[in-house]
């Protein structure tokens, strides 16, 4: 089993920018699918992007397509989720999670999850 560790998370004005990071560890993260999600005070977990084995696909959600950007580093166990123009309705605590399925947007997909990262924007 994968234990992932997000950092990155903190307080930025609107239109700013962060960068997320997930550590995994115990196992090779080239064995999973990544996604990311977010969760609002008071709303469902919702998907935000994920990214294939190898790199060679991502998918993102609507709301933020153009915006973030997922990446992953397999040989140093970690996936990336980049955001910029960032908006007070993206104010969440996000999750990196590994699955085995592509295009997985769905959380219960999802097999690991790491313990999350506060992103407050600020208007």
């Known amino acids: 089993q994968v234990q992932l560790e997000e950092s990155g998370g903190g307080l930025v004005q609107a239109g700013g920018s962060l960068r997320l990071s997930c550590a995994a560890s115990?196992?090779?993260?080239?064995?999973?699918?990544m996604g990311w999600f977010r969760q609002a005070p008071g709303k469902e977990r919702e998907f935000v992007a994920a990214?294939?084995?190898?790199?060679?696909?991502?998918y993102y959600a609507d709301s933020v397509k153009g915006r973030f950007t997922v990446a992953r580093d397999n040989a140093k166990n970690t996936v990336d989720l980049r955001l910029t123009r960032l908006k007070p309705e993206d104010t969440a605590i996000y999750y990196c999670?590994?699955?085995?399925?592509?295009?997985?947007?769905?959380?219960?997909?999802?097999?690991?999850w790491g313990q999350g990262t506060q992103v407050t924007v600020s208007s």
């Open positions: 115990g196992r090779a993260l080239s064995s999973y699918v």
């Open positions: 999670a590994a699955g085995r399925h592509f295009i997985a947007t769905m959380w219960h997909e999802y097999e690991n």
């Open positions: 990214i294939s084995w190898s790199a060679g696909s991502t």
